[in-house]
């Protein structure tokens, strides 16, 4: 960027970066879900019983304090649901919204430091990625610490190359707000970034004080948590808290070494296999630092092995766990796009991407005719978001050559090309994923059900081997209204229950039920939690035989299906 005039400068990443945030919320958050599914349920929970109890320390279900989170996310959830009187898609959304739009503009500011394409590019490539866009468009705690660890980059690095020491102070608020939102490992992941930037740089004595203040931080932030849940629940509450959110993830060892590494190849494309292929194929001018561009592209190559060589070590592993590596990803990705002087196969892999990209929208067209035609065989009727879809892939697919045909440089043709097959990404995922997965995974009809039959006929609701924590999260978020289910876990419990109890359980866990106890119920609904089949009944007189009268199919779905535990 030589040559241009400063104040020019500062005024368009100024303007570029209001549009990047505001377009990423508008992405984020438009044509949302009108129902919390999978993981999410838990958060909306959250917010819902907040909204009814007030604020605490510790986000609540049932009214007793969970372990895993601080409330911080919750509250932010909780005072964008306030003007409303209830946790809705957007208010559940926004505070994530907000944050994933935030990470594009330092994103963006990062790259723009060497230039605005490699800025928008990375910009391109974050939205171009499954995982960023669908946590993105849910409740995700974990893209405040991608946020974090992204600021903290952001703020060292601008530092080093522009002289603004000052900014190095904001690092300890910023590890002070990740620890708020995420936990310990809010602390860990951004310093482990920052302490591997002076490694790379070899300022030794830098990354060991960045340790130091990291860990003090973490001392007394954990300090300060444990305090909080003694106030909220005793000594024992407060041995739960340290077991739930350091001992269970660092110990509980499940899945392999290797799971991050290779599970990115999918979850993370396209950005990081490309970013894969092009550290390989620039490794040597990476590694030596050559320029400007290669010592950005070193520095970001150390802020992706370090989270995924650290979160390797850990035992509970989950793909979202690593969301601050998409940044980085993203950025090294964007090379392979704008830079004018790759060797060997690298030109090759650029072309064959840019090709890819030029027939998404025809590709991702033909999909939703497909699928709104053979739909109603699946039971798919979200034939509205199909045709739209189908609509706007056609006009994307119609205009992309006219468009690109008016730009004279390769450089913005390329990333014009880029921009639209994004579109069409972002218009598939919404148009045509979004509405089969919640196709899949809704819970509405079957609770619409429940309280119609407790309408008829008034009854309590309990648990029969499902929660709590598990699938009894999704139900009681759709059931919209102040309840405390029983959980029963024991055949002989059931027999001991009130008559008029209306009991929820797998189909699985209800077809196991000893003669004698399934002798003495009446199967009232069955239908689907989630993903998960379940079945509703009531215990009648001992020793009547079985009646599966008044049955209800809920979802289309007779009984039978996969069960599964909640997400």
């Not at 946020?147 to 300890?172: E, H, N, Q, V």
């Amino acid at each position: 960027m030589d040559g241009i005039d400063p104040s020019k400068r500062l005024s368009d990443l100024r303007r570029d970066s209001l549009l990047i945030f505001f377009l990423g919320i508008g992405i984020f958050t438009i044509a949302l879900d009108g129902e919390f599914i999978s993981a999410q349920a838990r958060f909306v929970l959250f917010a819902q019983e907040m909204l009814r109890n007030g604020p605490s320390f510790f986000p609540t279900t049932y009214g007793r304090p969970y372990l895993d989170y601080p409330a911080t996310s919750t509250l932010l959830i909780y005072l964008a649901s306030l003007p409303f009187g209830k946790v809705t898609p957007f208010t559940g959304v926004l505070p994530t919204a907000v944050a994933s739009a935030l990470i594009l503009v330092v994103m963006y500011r990062i790259g723009a430091t060497r230039s605005r394409n490699w800025g928008w590019t990375a910009v391109l490539f974050a939205l171009f990625t499954h995982l960023f866009l669908t946590e993105s468009r849910s409740i995700a705690l974990d893209q405040y610490n991608a946020l974090a660890t992204t600021l903290c980059f952001y703020l060292i690095y601008s530092a080093d190359i522009c002289g603004k020491r000052k900014r190095l102070w904001f690092i300890p608020l910023v590890l002070i707000g990740g620890f708020l939102f995420r936990g310990p490992i809010g602390i860990v992941i951004p310093s482990g970034v920052v302490c591997g930037y002076y490694l790379c740089r070899r300022e030794f004595k830098k990354s060991l004080l960045m340790g130091v203040l990291a860990l003090c931080l973490l001392s007394i932030c954990s300090a300060a948590i444990l305090s909080a849940a003694y106030f909220e629940g005793g000594k024992t509450f407060a041995q739960k808290v340290v077991s739930a959110q350091v001992s269970s993830r660092v110990f509980d060892s499940k899945r392999s070494w290797f799971f991050y590494w290779c599970r990115c190849l999918d979850s993370m494309a396209l950005a990081y296999p490309l970013a894969v292929l092009v550290v390989i194929g620039q490794f040597r001018r990476i590694l030596g630092q050559k320029g400007g561009n290669y010592k950005l592209m070193n520095y970001l190559t150390a802020w992706v092995l370090v989270i995924l060589a650290g979160m390797s070590l850990a035992g509970d592993k989950k793909m979202r766990y690593i969301l601050p590596v998409v940044p980085a990803v993203s950025l090294i990705a964007s090379y392979l796009v704008i830079s004018p002087s790759l060797e060997g196969i690298l030109p090759r892999i650029r072309n064959a991407f840019l090709g890819f990209c030029s027939l998404l929208p025809l590709l991702g067209g033909i999909a939703a005719i497909g699928i709104l035609w053979l739909g109603r065989y699946f039971g798919f009727t979200a034939y509205a978001h199909f045709a739209v879809a189908t609509a706007i892939l056609g006009g994307l697919s119609v205009t992309a050559g006219p468009a690109k045909r008016r730009l004279t440089n390769d450089l913005s043709r390329d990333v014009a090309t880029m921009s639209i097959a994004v579109a069409a990404f972002i218009t598939i995922h919404i148009g045509i994923a979004q509405p089969i997965n919640l196709a899949l995974e809704t819970t509405q009809p079957f609770v619409a059900t429940v309280k119609l039959l407790q309408k008829e006929r008034p009854g309590d609701i309990a648990f029969y081997r499902i929660g709590p924590d598990g699938e009894d999260i999704k139900f009681m978020v759709n059931y919209d209204k102040p309840l405390k289910p029983a959980f029963v876990t024991s055949p002989e419990e059931l027999l001991d229950s009130r008559q008029y109890s209306y009991f929820i359980t797998g189909d699985r866990d209800f077809d196991g039920l000893p003669d004698d106890v399934k002798s003495s119920t009446k199967v009232r609904i069955k239908g689907k939690i989630g993903h998960r089949a379940c079945t509703v009944f009531t215990i009648e007189n001992a020793g009547t035989e079985p009646s599966h009268g008044e049955l209800f199919s809920v979802n289309g779905n007779s009984g039978t299906g996969c069960g599964g535990d909640t997400e």
